[in-house]
């Protein structure tokens, strides 16, 4: 990705976490991701089914990207 890109989602990452619960369990996930983790169940551990679902939705389209 785009260095640009990153940014921006390293700074909405950071927001996410800041605001704690649910939004900071997405961003660990999302974080993960841009360090090249493509692994669901490592990705979504300890996570509930609607956090789950939103990253699972999250990869495909990172990986449809990839492709």
Same mark, same amino acid.
């Given at each position: 990705?785009?260095?640009?890109?990153? %940014?921006?989602?390293?700074? $909405?990452? +950071? +927001?996410? +976490?800041?605001? %704690?619960? /649910? /939004?900071?369990?997405?961003?660990?996930?999302?974080?993960?991701?841009?360090?090249? =983790?493509?692994? $669901? *169940?490592? $990705?979504?551990?300890?996570?509930?089914?609607? =956090?789950?679902?939103?990253?699972?939705?999250? $990869?495909?389209?990172?990986? *449809?990207? =990839? *492709?």
């Amino acid at each position: 990705g785009s260095t640009e890109s990153l %940014g921006i989602i390293s700074s $909405l990452t +950071q +927001q996410m +976490q800041n605001s %704690g619960g /649910y /939004y900071s369990n997405i961003a660990e996930g999302i974080k993960s991701m841009i360090d090249g =983790e493509r692994d $669901l *169940a490592k $990705l979504t551990a300890d996570m509930s089914e609607q =956090e789950q679902n939103l990253l699972a939705e999250i $990869l495909t389209e990172l990986t *449809a990207i =990839e *492709a």
